[in-house]
């Protein structure tokens, strides 16, 4: 299923299920493929072999859960603040990625656009408008 929209999706599929609709009809009716509609109603079928909307779209969440890269600053860490102070000393992203890998908080295999994005997204803005002066 497509991410956009799809609880209301999720819940037209689960009316014309309870409706007596065929997967082919209900496909028809969101503009999908039948084996996607197939595909989505097997994956997120309950224990007792009904669909329920609300089940289906937890299940989908917790499925992609773990499909997301961890981020790497969060907010209180000790990790945020060595950067939040690095970034006040005037290093530079590059630098300040540098110094992480040398202290092993990040790995070698990290680089250097993926630290810079982490840096930029997580500091208040004037600390970016220092960053880049």
């Not at 009809?25 to 996607?36: E, F, Y």
């Not at 070698?108 to 630290?115: D, H, M, N, W």
């Amino acid at each position: 299923m497509s991410y956009t929209n799809s609880v209301s999706k999720r819940s037209n599929i689960q009316v014309g299920l309870l409706r007596g609709m065929s997967q082919r009809a209900i496909a028809r009716m969101l503009n999908r493929s039948p084996s996607t509609i197939c595909r989505e109603i097997r994956r997120n079928r309950g224990a007792q072999g009904e669909y329920i909307t609300q089940h289906a779209q937890r299940a989908t969440c917790e499925r992609r859960m773990p499909c997301r890269p961890q981020k790497k600053l969060m907010p209180g860490t000790e990790l945020l603040d060595l950067v939040v102070y690095l970034l006040r000393k005037r290093f530079s992203p590059e630098q300040i990625a540098g110094k992480l890998r040398a202290m092993e908080f990040l790995t070698s295999k990290t680089p250097t656009s993926a630290a810079r994005r982490s840096t930029t997204r997580f500091m208040p803005c004037r600390l970016a408008s220092c960053a880049r002066n």
